[in-house]
């Protein structure tokens, strides 16, 4: 199975696995969706993720 949307960099964001290259972690967004169960508001506060992202 290839992961596109999940990237790693050792020289951005000290090598964490990041989605799609932007400076937000694997990790970030889903403490973000424990912060954010409504998906909209989500994507309103992050405009730059997509429903694949999440």
Do not use: C, H, W
């Amino acid at each position: 199975m290839k992961l596109d949307r999940i990237t790693s960099n050792p020289n951005r964001m000290n090598g964490q696995p990041s989605i799609r290259n932007l400076r937000l972690t694997v990790r970030r967004v889903i403490e973000l969706l424990a912060t954010y169960p409504n998906r909209e508001e989500l994507r309103q506060e992050f405009p730059e993720l997509e429903d694949e992202d999440i």
